[in-house]
C-alpha cells in the first residue's frame, strides 16, 4: 500500500470591487466567521493568510488574500496589487447598481489588463441578506457571470456568512483546474 504524498499550493487572491462593496466583511466572514457593523474603508491593500486542508485531494493550500481598495484615490498604484494572481472575487452590492455596471467597466476591465497569467474568477453579488433594498435580481447577475465568463456565480451574505465559504472553495477548485490538477469531489 503506498501513500499518497499530500500536494502542496499557495495561491494570491484578490477582491475587486467598489468601496462599501463588502471585500473586507466577506474576508473577515471566511477567516474569523466574524462581521462588524462599523465601516472603515481598506486604505491600500490588506494581506490576510489562511491555510485550508482539501481531505478529497490530499492537498494543502496556502491562500495569500489581498484585499484591495476600492477608492478611486488608489487607481494608479493598484496595479502593482495584480502581480502574481490566481483568482478574484469581483464582488458587487446588490443594493447599488454602480456597483454592479463597474465590474465590467472597471474592475474586470482591470483584471484582464494587469493579470499577466491564466486567472479565475468568480462573481459575487453580496448583501442578500438586505431583500428589501435589492436592486440588482438574481437573474441580472448570473447574466452578466454569463456574459464575463466569470467561472461562477455566487450570492453571499456578509453579515450572516451565507454562501462565503463556498464562494471562496469554488474560487480554489476553479484555480486548481486552470492548473490541470483533478478535483475529486
Known amino acids: 500500500m503506498t501513500v499518497e504524498e499530500t500536494k502542496e499550493f499557495v495561491f494570491k487572491l484578490i477582491l475587486l470591487g467598489d468601496s462599501a462593496v463588502g471585500k473586507t466583511s466577506l474576508i473577515n466572514q471566511y477567516i474569523d466567521e466574524s462581521f462588524s457593523e462599523d465601516y472603515r474603508p481598506t486604505l491600500g491593500a490588506n494581506i490576510i493568510r489562511k491555510d485550508v486542508f482539501l481531505e478529497k485531494m490530499n492537498a494543502n493550500v496556502r ?3 489581498w484585499d484591495i481598495a476600492g477608492q478611486e484615490k488608489y487607481n494608479a498604484i493598484r496595479s502593482m496589487y495584480f502581480q502574481g494572481c490566481s483568482g478574484a472575487l469581483l ?11 463597474n ?3 472597471k474592475w474586470l476591465r482591470d483584471f484582464n489588463k494587469f ?6 474568477f468568480i462573481l459575487i453579488g453580496n448583501k442578500i441578506d438586505l431583500k428589501d433594498l435589492r436592486v440588482i435580481t438574481t437573474e441580472q447577475g448570473k447574466k452578466l457571470a454569463q456574459d464575463i465568463q466569470a467561472s461562477d456565480f455566487v450570492e453571499t451574505s456578509a453579515k450572516y456568512g451565507d454562501n462565503v465559504e463556498e464562494a471562496f472553495e469554488k474560487l480554489v477548485k ?5 492548473k490541470g490538477e ?4
Do not use: G, N
Not at 464582488?91 to 455596471?101: G, M, N, Q, S, W
Not at 476553479?174 to 486552470?178: E, F, G, S, V, Y
Open 103 to 105: 465590474i465590467t467597466s
Open 174 to 178: 476553479q484555480i486548481l483546474l486552470l
Open 63 to 65: 491562500l495569500i488574500i
Open 91 to 101: 464582488v458587487y452590492d446588490i443594493t447599488r447598481p454602480i456597483t454592479f455596471e
Open 182 to 185: 483533478v478535483i475529486k469531489l
Open 115 to 120: 493579470v499577466k497569467k491564466e486567472a479565475a
